[in-house]
């Protein structure tokens, strides 16, 4: 049998879902994303990367107060979309490159801003990924960092990652805010805010969306209707399955 890599797992998952990405409403709206926005705006000839784009939400938010904006992505499927709605929409500075963020082909201190957007809990390689990240980053340049991220206790954390695991088998890990600030200080960047907002996700459009099989579906419903009140309480877990997630904004310097 043919080993499968992490990487044509991860490029199996998204490409066939690109559409549903982009049109993913979770994906496409939030504070989080404007704010990304304003950290662009006023520096009109600015180099932005955004890591792991895919929909190109961020790319689409922050390329009208950019000079160019790289949208980086290993699903070609996904920055097939992504340049498509871009030149609908106008925006002829956003292009795309496909690639994985442990190895970027891009020089050092490439880019004034480096952003990512719900992609660092997918990275194959957490560490790797930041520590890319921080290179291509000039000095005194900002990174963003948006995320699922897990709560810092045990039996909340096992639930979270295995609920995410059975919908999507390209999950890797939603870190805890203690895990990102140890990674964003071991990739060399100094974190400069960082704030937690709950984001409430609709059960079936979360595993429409990655067209989770019934099976899969079925099993995170018993868990579901297995776990403690803790659990149930906590995660705010609906009678149909929606629950809420807490979502990181990290923003950091080199």
Avoid at 19 to 35: I, M
């Amino acid at each position: 049998m043919q080993e499968k890599s992490h990487e044509a797992l991860l490029g199996q998952q998204f490409g066939a879902r690109a559409a549903a990405y982009l049109n993913s409403a979770v994906h496409a709206q939030g504070a989080d994303l404007a704010a990304l926005a304003d950290l662009v705006r006023g520096h009109d000839d600015a180099r932005v990367l955004d890591l792991g784009c895919g929909g190109g939400h961020v790319s689409f938010a922050v390329a009208p107060h950019a000079g160019s904006v790289t949208a980086y992505d290993l699903s070609t499927e996904m920055l097939d979309v992504v340049a498509h709605a871009a030149a609908e929409r106008g925006l002829h500075n956003v292009r795309t490159e496909k690639g994985v963020v442990e190895h970027l082909p891009f020089a050092n201190a490439s880019f004034d801003f480096v952003f990512s957007r719900f992609s660092a809990h997918h990275w194959r390689d957490f560490d790797a990924g930041l520590r890319e990240a921080a290179r291509v980053l000039k000095p005194g340049g900002v990174a963003g960092f948006v995320d699922s991220i897990c709560p810092g206790v045990p039996l909340f954390d096992t639930y979270l990652q295995s609920i995410e695991l059975l919908r999507d088998p390209s999950h890797v890990r939603s870190y805890s805010r203690a895990e990102w600030d140890a990674a964003i200080a071991r990739a060399g960047l100094v974190c400069t805010a960082t704030r937690v907002h709950r984001l409430r996700l609709i059960f079936s459009v979360w595993v429409e969306r990655m067209s989770t099989p019934k099976l899969q579906c079925d099993a995170i419903r018993a868990l579901q209707n297995a776990m403690s009140e803790s659990v149930t309480r906590y995660f705010n877990i609906g009678a149909d399955g929606s629950f809420d997630l807490d979502v990181t904004f990290v923003r950091a310097t080199r």
